[in-house]
């Protein structure tokens, strides 16, 4: 917010500017602010001219994108931002990446930096104004081994451009123990040692101009400057426990309602002692109330508990009609439940805008392993849902030429079709996943056995026109690995290089079968096929006639098709 962090981020923006040092190190503990001061700082030097904002890369593991998590792509997405903003180096990034290059963007950080930035950045020697890049919440990244080489990279880079690493993150073991941590080579400020009546102050006047500037705030007289100053100290120094309070606050209709619900949160965490206790109490507070027994029915809050349990498991972002869809719930139901959580969730008025997220990832920490029993959900209470759902949802829409195909020659679509809804995207993309992820996978043997194998050739129909159908090999050894019947998947895990340009139909789907290893002989493509074609419904309006004989070694055998319509002709 305008008027708030602004000692640190003149702080930044001096350092920038007059400093040597290339590497800058915004520390911090959870919930302290980090991501809204470099969303501040990138604001602030992307108006400044004699700054060129090279590109930013926000870490989550709370949005639900994996690759928002995938170190490997923090570099390549740097260099793309800087490209866009800057010809010179456009023009060497693209010499860099040739088609002999070996495809940079997919190797680890160590082979990634030369051709990405270091080469391509002899381009901007000349260029008088110091290139800043912005990498948020590395601590927020899944992998920790290619984190740490990441960080080792950024402090050994050299360039003849003047180049500066803005990065930010919790104060981490793996972190700690890497180079960035030298302060005599790089400018650390930790967050959370800051004075605490500096960040009271900005606290308060966050609360305050949030209080005043709500659309249904009213005339302000249901809070005072009192109100204001007790719930920033007992923020603690934790912007998301005064973000977190005040959503709860605000989220009511009438002044009374909220005057209520203010003295409510000021006498209910006046105790709080603990570093984490603040923001944990708020989260109690807003879950306690959601499951007032009182004023909400228990099967009610079993759902409520379920739909906060997929969210925090869901492995993409999902919308409101998505996730019903998705656990079999009237729209209208799952709205419900969200309603009682929008202090502690993101729901958009749109109904079908994937963006349901937690506000905050410590939100995830504290719901399975911190809070008290009687809020306290079990982790796996999400991953059985949408493994569930996505079988389920697979069964019921998975059909012959589910992509409405009007021909067998004509490409996938560039954007993905009207009718492959989002709910049915998420689980083709993600259904072994979270089964995987059951304590008891073979709980779902019988429904991948009956229902998802008749129709494996109509997932990879999908697969293909979302263009994902490289992942479908190793989706399905990870099934073949996971459920305890293999439910012959294992015929079909080498998917042939053209399969993804075009929508083949199921009919065409069946490729993958003649294209794997060319020493397997063809009865063996047989028998898995026959297997496969035994598994389909009896309706289903097509059949595949002549495998021909192909030595071993050669190309792949023509496949002679044979297609009868539902009309017999």
Same mark, same amino acid.
């Given at each position: 917010?305008?008027?708030?962090?602004?000692?640190?981020?003149?702080?930044?923006?001096?350092?920038?500017?007059?400093?040597?040092?290339?590497?800058?190190?915004?520390?911090?503990?959870? /919930?302290? /602010?980090?991501?809204?001061?470099?969303?501040?700082?990138?604001?602030?030097?992307?108006?400044?001219?004699?700054?060129?904002?090279?590109?930013?890369?926000?870490?989550?593991?709370?949005?639900?994108?994996?690759?928002?998590?995938?170190?490997?792509?923090?570099?390549?997405?740097?260099?793309?931002?800087?490209?866009?903003?800057?010809?010179?180096?456009?023009?060497?990034?693209?010499?860099?990446?040739?088609?002999?290059?070996?495809?940079?963007?997919?190797?680890?950080?160590?082979e990634q930096i030369g051709p990405l930035l270091q080469r391509p950045l002899t381009a901007l020697a000349s260029e008088y104004r110091p290139v800043v890049f912005v990498i948020d919440a590395?601590?927020?990244?899944?992998?920790?081994?290619?984190?740490?080489?990441?960080?080792?990279?950024?402090?050994?880079?050299?360039?003849?451009?003047?180049?500066?690493?803005?990065?930010?993150?919790?104060?981490?073991?793996?972190?700690?123990?890497?180079?960035?941590?030298?302060?005599?080579?790089?400018?650390?400020?930790?967050?959370?040692?800051?004075?605490?009546?500096?960040?009271?102050?900005?606290?308060?006047?966050?609360?305050?101009?949030?209080?005043?500037?709500?659309?249904?705030?009213?005339?302000?007289?249901?809070?005072?400057?009192?109100?204001?100053?007790?719930?920033?100290?007992?923020?603690?120094?934790?912007?998301?426990?005064?973000?977190?309070?005040?959503?709860?606050?605000?989220?009511?209709?009438?002044?009374?309602?909220?005057?209520?619900?203010?003295?409510?949160?000021?006498?209910?965490?006046?105790?709080?002692?603990?570093?984490?206790?603040?923001?944990?109490?708020?989260?109690?507070?807003?879950?306690?109330?959601?499951?007032?027994?009182?004023?909400?029915?228990?099967?009610?809050?079993?759902?409520?508990?379920?739909?906060?349990?997929?969210?925090?498991?869901?492995?993409?972002?999902?919308?409101?009609?998505?996730?019903?869809?998705?656990?079999r719930r009237k729209t209208d139901v799952v709205r419900a439940s969200l309603r009682r959580l929008r202090a502690v969730v993101h729901v958009s008025d749109v109904l079908d805008?994937?963006?349901?997220?937690?506000?905050?990832?410590?939100?995830?920490?504290?719901?399975?392993?911190?809070?008290?029993?009687?809020?306290?959900?079990?982790?796996?209470?999400?991953?059985?849902?949408?493994?569930?759902?996505?079988?389920?949802?697979?069964?019921?829409?998975?059909?012959?030429?589910?992509?409405?195909?009007?021909?067998?020659?004509?490409?996938?679509?560039?954007?993905?079709?009207?009718?492959?809804?989002?709910?049915?995207?998420?689980?083709?993309?993600?259904?072994?996943?979270?089964?995987?992820?059951?304590?008891?996978?073979?709980?779902?043997?019988?429904?991948?056995?009956?229902?998802?194998?008749?129709?494996?050739?109509?997932?990879?129909?999908?697969?293909?026109?979302?263009?994902?159908?490289?992942?479908?090999?190793?989706?399905?050894?990870?099934?073949?690995?996971?459920?305890?019947?293999?439910?012959?998947?294992?015929?079909?895990?080498?998917?042939?290089?053209?399969?993804?340009?075009?929508?083949?139909?199921?009919?065409?789907?069946?490729?993958?079968?003649?294209?794997?290893?060319?020493?397997?002989?063809?009865?063996?493509?047989?028998?898995?096929?026959?297997?496969?074609?035994?598994?389909?419904?009896?309706?289903?309006?097509?059949?595949?006639?002549?495998?021909?004989?192909?030595?071993?070694?050669?190309?792949?055998?023509?496949?002679?098709?044979?297609?009868?319509?539902?009309?017999?002709?």
């Open positions: 917010m305008l008027g708030t962090r602004t000692d640190v981020l003149h702080k930044f923006v001096e350092w920038v500017r007059n400093d040597p040092k290339s590497i800058f190190w915004l520390a911090g503990m959870a /919930g302290t /602010g980090k991501t809204s001061i470099s969303v501040s700082l990138c604001r602030m030097l992307q108006g400044d001219s004699d700054v060129l904002l090279g590109g930013t890369f926000f870490c989550s593991r709370t949005v639900s994108d994996e690759a928002r998590a995938d170190v490997r792509r923090i570099l390549p997405t740097l260099a793309a931002l800087l490209a866009e903003r800057s010809p010179a180096f456009a023009v060497e990034l693209a010499a860099e990446l040739k088609p002999s290059s070996g495809g940079a963007a997919y190797k680890p950080a160590s590395l601590d927020e990244c899944n992998n920790e081994r290619e984190l740490s080489e990441l960080l080792k990279v950024i402090a050994t880079f050299t360039s003849s451009a003047r180049v500066k690493f803005i990065l930010t993150s919790r104060p981490e073991t793996h972190i700690l123990g890497s180079p960035i941590s030298d302060r005599t080579q790089n400018e650390i400020l930790q967050l959370h040692l800051i004075e605490p009546l500096e960040v009271t102050k900005d606290i308060s006047l966050y609360i305050d101009r949030t209080f005043h500037q709500h659309p249904l705030a009213g005339s302000g007289a249901w809070y005072s400057d009192a109100n204001v100053r007790a719930l920033a100290t007992l923020s603690n120094g934790l912007f998301i426990f005064a973000s977190t309070a005040v959503a709860y606050i605000l989220d009511s209709e009438t002044e009374e309602d909220r005057t209520d619900r203010l003295q409510t949160a000021l006498s209910a965490m006046k105790d709080s002692k603990v570093a984490t206790g603040p923001l944990d109490d708020v989260y109690e507070l807003v879950l306690t109330r959601a499951s007032n027994k009182a004023k909400v029915e228990p099967r009610e809050l079993v759902k409520t508990h379920e739909v906060l349990a997929c969210i925090l498991a869901a492995r993409m972002p999902l919308s409101v009609n998505a996730l019903a869809q998705l656990l805008e994937p963006n349901l997220r937690t506000l905050h990832a410590s939100f995830g920490d504290y719901l399975f392993e911190r809070a008290a029993l009687g809020v306290r959900i079990d982790r796996s209470l999400g991953e059985d849902a949408l493994a569930r759902g996505c079988l389920q949802l697979m069964t019921a829409r998975l059909h012959f030429n589910v992509a409405q195909s009007r021909s067998s020659y004509e490409p996938n679509a560039s954007v993905k079709p009207d009718c492959i809804s989002l709910s049915l995207e998420y689980a083709c993309l993600q259904w072994i996943y979270h089964t995987s992820g059951l304590p008891e996978t073979w709980i779902l043997d019988v429904e991948i056995q009956d229902n998802f194998a008749p129709r494996l050739l109509f997932w990879l129909e999908v697969m293909s026109v979302l263009g994902q159908v490289r992942r479908a090999p190793a989706m399905l050894l990870l099934a073949a690995a996971t459920v305890c019947n293999e439910v012959h998947v294992r015929g079909i895990t080498h998917s042939p290089r053209r399969l993804g340009q075009f929508n083949y139909h199921n009919f065409f789907a069946m490729l993958p079968l003649l294209w794997h290893r060319p020493e397997r002989r063809l009865s063996e493509v047989q028998r898995t096929s026959t297997f496969l074609l035994s598994r389909l419904p009896r309706r289903t309006p097509w059949c595949i006639r002549n495998f021909p004989r192909s030595a071993a070694g050669s190309s792949p055998p023509k496949l002679r098709v044979s297609i009868v319509t539902a009309d017999g002709s």
